[in-house]
């Protein structure tokens, strides 16, 4: 594991884009894990400025994201589709039929939890996985639990997760209470994993999950297992 400690987000930002632009340059139809959150925002207007400057080209790649949000259609501003074209995709040249993003609308979310898994399957597995890392130390929507989720599966969200997220929405009651995610085991497996967390809300859980004992009270705490995992935390 490498760990990066950076003063500030700008770092952590231009630092994490860059590891995905050399992850581009080595393959450029590389299969991207993307997530979605506050803390890769910047490191998604890094990329969208080198590919404004011509330093990057995102015509082959290929992405699926973590998770989406059960309930919330893709042209609702809270969905994670939503996130993810106003974010990035809208902003590079990026093929849309080539990004995946769960359905969180399926009629049988089981089919889709399949579905998903299949589809990451076809693409030959995920290259490099963007990961945020939440209060509770999830990771995509794998809250704490008493086992490490293997693949896609929909989730009841942990209420430290839905009031951490209820800053976007209007109300407390319009914050969904379930999601469709992408398992552990799927995250395990991509070939390189970066993890990115910023400000003092997360440096006490960030230091669990790197340092800690690996438990699935702290999903993330999985991650010291993985042989190409890159940790960069900024202090603000
Ligand atoms: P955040 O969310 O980036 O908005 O802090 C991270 C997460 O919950 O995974």
Redesign the pocket.
């Known amino acids: 594991m490498e760990f990066i400690k950076v003063k500030t987000y700008e770092e952590l930002s231009q630092k994490a884009a860059q590891i995905i632009l050399t992850q581009l340059e080595k393959k450029p139809n590389s299969v991207l894990g993307l997530?979605t959150?506050?803390?890769?925002i910047g490191t998604y207007d890094e990329l969208i400025k080198a590919y404004t400057d011509g330093k990057a080209d995102f015509s082959k790649v290929r992405s699926v994201n973590l998770d989406e949000y059960c309930g919330v259609p893709e042209t609702n501003d809270q969905s994670y589709r939503y996130f993810m074209n106003e974010h990035l995709f809208d902003k590079v040249n990026i093929d849309k039929a080539n990004t995946n993003v769960p359905s969180g609308v399926a009629e049988d979310s089981q089919a889709e939890c399949e579905r998903y898994d299949k589809l990451i399957e076809s693409l030959g597995g995920i290259d490099l996985q963007i990961?945020?890392?939440?209060v509770n130390g999830?990771?995509?929507f794998n809250e704490p639990s008493d086992e490490f989720s293997e693949g896609t599966h929909v989730v009841t969200l942990d209420e430290r997760?839905r009031n951490?997220?209820a800053r976007f929405f209007e109300k407390m009651s319009d914050v969904p209470t379930k999601a469709i995610t992408m398992g552990i085991g799927t995250i395990m497996s991509a070939e390189k994993i970066l993890l990115l967390a910023n400000g003092d809300a997360?440096k006490e859980i960030i230091e669990k999950a790197v340092y800690g004992e690996i438990t699935p009270n702290v999903p993330a705490s999985i991650l010291q297992k993985h042989d190409n995992l890159t940790v960069i935390f900024s202090e603000n």
């Open positions: 997530a959150g506050s803390t890769p990961l945020g890392i939440g999830h990771i995509g997760t951490s997220n997360k």
